[in-house]
């Protein structure tokens, strides 16, 4: 273990718990993987982590495919009990908790009563040190009738809590040669129409308005603007933007790249939208 990272560091990743279903003998073996990610999306790929403990390493090398269910938060026992024992131990899949669904696309079983579940035909092997990562891709998708809600582990195993309520906007500007200001923001849109209200705060105090934009397709924001004709340069230096949407709070960014100078001398400026 390399000196000064702690021991236990992988446990602060978020993710969704897997339940890896590989063949084995004339049914399938069912183990626990929360290192269960996808890596590519056309096509899908999907990747399990899998470490020198699991004997479905060699089954999965050996088949070339495998199952994996993201489970629902109702899948917490059975996801403890596959990660808790060995295929070497004990058949896991006697459990009458674990389902099997009919293969489509392969020759591999999938759990069933998760999020989705996924079939998979092994594409890379990537050894790390201890651990090795498998990707297949994903050739088959088995959705329940209605949507579940994701098995999460973060240390523990939890349910998804609500979502984040977005109240700030974040904001960056910076000077472009043609003297224009380039600005980019998200933020939430509340009830308003959306619009962004720019304002150049100038390092004596005062307030320019850079005028109020709308939205990208996006609803963020991203736009090259002019600077008012007539701003003296020595008012340039140190400034700050300020940008602000109703129903947020501002959102507030100190102005970097070219120095004020050399943004009056390359003035007079032009406006576009750069995406
Ligand atoms: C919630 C949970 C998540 C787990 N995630 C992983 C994982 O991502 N990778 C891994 O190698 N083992 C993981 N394990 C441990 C394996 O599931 C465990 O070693 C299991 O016994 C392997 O089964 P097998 O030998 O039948 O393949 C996890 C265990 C639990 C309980």
């Not at 560091?9 to 049914?27: A, I, N, P, Y």
């Not at 069912?30 to 590519?40: G, P």
């Not at 701003?231 to 959102?251: F, I, K, Q, S």
Request: aromatic share 6%; with cysteine.
């Amino acid at each position: 273990m390399t000196p000064n990272v702690p021991g236990d560091l992988w446990k602060k990743l978020t993710s969704t718990v897997g339940l890896v279903s590989v063949r084995h003998e004339d049914t399938a073996n069912v183990m626990a993987a929360e290192w269960s990610y996808f890596v590519n999306k056309a096509p899908l790929y999907a990747a399990v982590v899998l470490g020198p403990r699991a004997a479905s390493r060699a089954l999965l090398a050996a088949a070339g495919e495998f199952s994996l269910t993201l489970c629902s938060e109702d899948q917490a026992a059975v996801a403890d009990f596959a990660g808790s024992f060995s295929v070497a131990d004990i058949d896991k899949t006697g459990s009458e908790l674990i389902r099997f669904g009919e293969p489509e696309a392969t020759g591999t079983p999938w759990v069933r009563g998760g999020v989705v579940a996924l079939e998979c035909v092994l594409r890379e092997t990537v050894r790390f040190p201890a651990h090795t990562l498998y990707a297949g891709e994903v050739v088959a998708a088995h959705l329940p009738e209605e949507a579940l809600r994701p098995l999460v582990k973060h240390g523990a195993m939890h349910t998804l809590g609500t979502p984040v309520r977005r109240t700030e906007v974040v904001a960056s500007a910076r000077w472009l040669p043609a003297g224009t200001l380039r600005i980019a923001a998200t933020g939430p849109a509340g009830d308003g129409d959306g619009r962004w209200r720019v304002s150049l705060l100038t390092a004596d105090g005062g307030t320019v308005s850079l005028g109020a934009h709308p939205p990208s397709p996006h609803g963020d924001f991203l736009r090259d603007l002019p600077l008012p004709a007539g701003l003296p340069v020595e008012r340039l230096g140190g400034c700050r933007v300020r940008v602000e949407r109703d129903g947020a709070e501002p959102g507030y960014a100190a102005v970097t790249g070219l120095g004020a100078r050399s943004v009056a001398r390359t003035a007079p400026v032009t406006h576009g939208v750069p995406r």
